[in-house]
């Protein structure tokens, strides 16, 4: 295999990833009235507590004034509250409201449920193998971006 080859398989790859991700997540999103995106950011609330635009921006990898624009829509739904810090109104905290945490909890619900039927079709080691693959090749695009 040369390099042509290695690059030709990684982009198919991360481009089948993420294709599968849309097609396994995207139902739930739907069955609760979210993108896909709106659903990251929740479970990025979910996962962390209060953060400010800008740490759920590089969270989610996305621009923070998209970020944003994504935050007034689900604060307007009732799922997070923005509030300007006091010390420097620049900066937006963002956290999950009662609702929101009860959205982001089914929908991490739903979520597991489907990975639980899929890890009872592999074993472990299969389990294994696709996190070293996975690491390694998170390893090699930290390289490359580094160089």
């Avoid at 080859?5 to 198919?12: F, N, S, V």
């Avoid at 604060?75 to 300007?84: A, E, F, Q, V, Y």
């Avoid at 959205?103 to 389990?127: F, G, P, R, S, Y």
Wanted: with cysteine; aromatic share 2%; charged share 35%.
């Amino acid at each position: 295999m040369d390099i042509n080859d290695l690059k030709e398989i990684i982009w198919t790859y991360v481009r089948n990833i993420t294709d599968n991700i849309n097609l396994a997540i995207t139902p739930i999103c739907d069955k609760h009235g979210l993108t896909l995106l709106q659903t990251r950011i929740l479970m990025v609330l979910l996962k962390n507590g209060k953060c400010t635009i800008g740490e759920l921006a590089d969270e989610v990898n996305m621009a923070g004034t998209n970020i944003s624009t994504m935050c007034k829509k689900l604060d307007r739904r009732g799922l997070i509250t923005r509030k300007r810090e006091v010390r420097d109104e620049r900066v937006v905290k963002v956290t999950l409201t009662e609702k929101g945490k009860e959205v982001a909890n089914l929908i991490n619900q739903e979520i597991d449920e489907k990975i639980k039927v899929v890890l009872n079709e592999e074993n472990q080691d299969t389990m294994e193998v696709i996190i070293r693959g996975l690491t390694k090749l998170r390893d090699l695009l930290f390289k490359m971006r580094e160089s």
